[in-house]
Nanobody, 123 residues
Framework: VQLQASGGGLVQAGGSLRLSCVAS????????MAWFRQAPGKGRDFVAS????????DYADSVKGRFVASRDNAKNTMYLQMNNLKPEDTAVYYC?????????????????WGRGTLVTVSS
């Protein structure tokens, strides 16, 4: 499966953005999906995951209550609604797909990755 993330940009603290991840080349509904992010000079961190059906989602503690992951299997698209953004949310956001597990917080369980989209939150 090929993944393409989009929707990043520059936003002020307290603002909102919605990221999209469009999948192609395979049966999207077969994959668990996730968002990870990588801030400058840091490792890649888990943000949110969503099961193949969309009925189950999990979040990093740092984004709980602010971010919502969802998916539309008919459109082969996953979303990340980000609200009340903070400067520490600044990072490149990557979407990932897993054919290995129903859901996971570990980047090593995801075998397909998109190229990332940059989110910059100004204070």
């Amino acid at each position: 499966v090929q993944l393409q993330a989009s929707g990043g940009g520059l936003v002020q603290a307290g603002g909102s953005l919605r990221l999209s991840c469009v999948a192609s080349g395979s049966t999207f509904s077969s994959y668990a999906m996730a968002w990870f992010r990588q801030a400058p000079g840091k490792g890649r961190d888990f943000v949110a995951s969503i099961s193949w059906s969309g009925n189950s989602a999990d979040y990093a503690d740092s984004v709980k209550g602010r971010f919502v992951a969802s998916r539309d299997n008919a459109k082969n698209t996953m979303y990340l609604q980000m609200n009340n953004l903070k400067p520490e949310d600044t990072a490149v956001y990557y979407c990932a797909a897993s054919s290995l597990v129903p859901t996971s917080k570990s980047m090593y369980e995801y075998d397909f990755w998109g190229r990332g989209t940059l989110v910059t939150v100004s204070s």
